[in-house]
């Protein structure tokens, strides 16, 4: 069973910053392709940045030029290291392993202006 479990969230005023862990237990994690999604209230969730088991790296809109992806794989775990927040940023941050029906349970981000 695959377990993700998210850290980090919190609240912040606009144009702080957070850094978010997700620490994953899967064996074959230097392979895995794992991704952060947000669910903003009365919104869909939307993809922020995923990472490649390589180490590349995607962002849509949401994350770009203000989010950084990374991974440390020698501790199984993934962050969202996020920068220049606005109130926009605000939501239900998870984690998910690409691909696959595996989420954490979610870390709430709350940025006021």
């Known amino acids: 069973q695959v377990q993700l479990v998210e850290s980090g969230g919190g609240s912040v005023q606009a144009g702080g910053s957070l850094r978010l862990s997700c620490t994953a237990s899967i064996s074959t994690f230097r392979f895995a392709p794992m991704g952060w999604y947000r669910q903003a209230p009365d919104k869909q969730r939307e993809l922020v940045a995923s990472i490649s088991g390589l180490g590349d790296t995607n962002y849509t809109g949401a994350g770009k030029g203000r989010f950084t992806i990374s991974r440390d794989n020698a501790k199984n775990t993934v962050y969202l290291q996020m920068d220049s927040l606005k109130s926009e940023d605000t939501g239900v941050y998870y984690c998910?392993?690409?691909?696959?029906?595996?989420w954490g349970q979610g870390t709430q981000v709350t940025v006021s202006s």
């Open positions: 998910t392993l690409v691909d696959s029906n595996y």
